[in-house]
């Protein structure tokens, strides 16, 4: 079951991240001479009129597209390699920009998709941001909020749907902040720290979120048309790109264990459960799949997109390509940090796997 639902999520997403380098950079006339899903042995493949040789290879964790020009799947340029006008390396840097941010765009634009068929399909919820009850355990009405506060700001964040104050919870357990409220017309400002939950689900998986312990009044389903369930998808994918973020900063600043991130094991266990429970959770997690994907090839790391896109950010403002030199220091660090980071990832799937007891 892991196996085929890691298979359904990771394979079709690696293909359309590679397909939007492929599309793009065909649209501005650069040969792609592989097309890979896969790294290492090819399994299969075949050659199209074009030379393009697509191709499926024996390690499904990613995949890559080599343009003409390029010495290695990695897109270092090949310096032996000719100066033909179909050449990635010798198309405008803004041409090259656009090829290398069409893989994490494409890979948004399937969230988005997702989630503004969800919001066609379903609605979306409106709450009050009244509070209607508390939690048996509650960190607001221990602070002194009581049932009817209407809260309009957190740490000067204005709130105007109870849906507005996940976002500025969930990721901060212990975190102190001041909540505005109004209670009998008369605004009040108070600290209440957030409560720190170690939250379940069905297959024993463990998150660690910051919880008020607070409820809206009765939520109501509205439907939504075509063009307010895109904008909404797009609020949905960038407000859960911004919690990766801050998740991020908290690992490096230290707030939050190292031991919360995941590789390919842990998606393919969660793939699995999810697609035991039907269709409707598989694509909802493909869609938090295809948003990390794109999050993390933008993140400025040589070897990824993001490390790319901050070489031509450099040429533009140096009106000239980082040296050989300064390029190949660049990517064997990056790489470095990259295969640290596959270890790291991987030693935590291992040890939270059921055999070990977590």
């Excluded at 896969?38 to 697509?54: N, P, Q, S």
């Excluded at 010495?71 to 310096?79: E, F, G, H, L």
């Excluded at 950010?313 to 660049?330: C, T």
């Amino acid at each position: 079951m892991w196996i085929v639902g890691f298979l359904l999520v990771l394979g079709p997403l690696v293909t359309v991240h590679e397909l939007g380098h492929y599309l793009v950079g065909r649209w501005f006339g650069v040969k792609a001479d592989a097309f890979s899903i896969g790294f290492g042995k090819e399994l299969a493949g075949w050659t199209d009129r074009r030379g393009t040789r697509w191709k499926l290879a024996a390690i499904p964790l990613g995949g890559y597209v080599q343009f003409k020009g390029d010495m290695n799947p990695a897109s270092i340029a090949d310096p032996n390699a000719p100066h033909d006008d179909d050449t990635f390396q010798c198309k405008p840097l803004w041409q090259r920009a656009l090829i290398v941010f069409a893989g994490p765009a494409t890979n948004l634009l399937v969230a988005v998709a997702i989630f503004a068929s969800f919001n066609m399909a379903f609605g979306k919820v409106e709450a009050h941001n009244e509070i209607g009850r508390f939690a048996e355990v509650s960190a607001a009405r221990d602070a002194g909020l009581q049932e009817g506060d209407l809260i309009t700001r957190i740490d000067g964040n204005r709130i105007e749907q109870f849906d507005d104050i996940g976002p500025l919870v969930m990721m901060f357990p212990g975190r102190t902040v001041d909540i505005t409220y109004l209670r009998d017309g008369a605004e009040s400002t108070i600290p209440v720290e957030i409560g720190e939950t170690v939250e379940r689900d069905r297959f024993g998986n463990e998150s660690r979120v910051g919880r008020l312990g607070i409820y809206s009044q009765e939520p109501e389903l509205v439907p939504v048309g075509p063009v307010e369930s895109v904008g909404l998808a797009f609020e949905q994918s960038f407000g859960l790109m911004d919690m990766m973020i801050t998740g991020i900063k908290q690992i490096v600043l230290g707030d939050r264990s190292i031991k919360e991130l995941g590789g390919p094991i842990k998606i393919a266990k969660y793939s699995g459960e999810q697609m035991s429970l039907g269709l409707l959770p598989l694509v909802s997690f493909a869609a938090l799949i295809s948003l990390n994907l794109a999050f993390i090839n933008l993140l400025p790391i040589p070897a990824l997109d993001g490390g790319h896109l901050a070489f031509y950010a450099a040429e533009a403002i140096r009106r000239k390509p980082v040296g050989p030199r300064g390029q190949e220091l660049a990517y064997r660090t990056g790489m470095a940090l990259v295969l640290m980071l596959m270890v790291v990832v991987t030693v935590n799937d291992i040890v939270s796997l059921p055999i070990f007891g977590s």
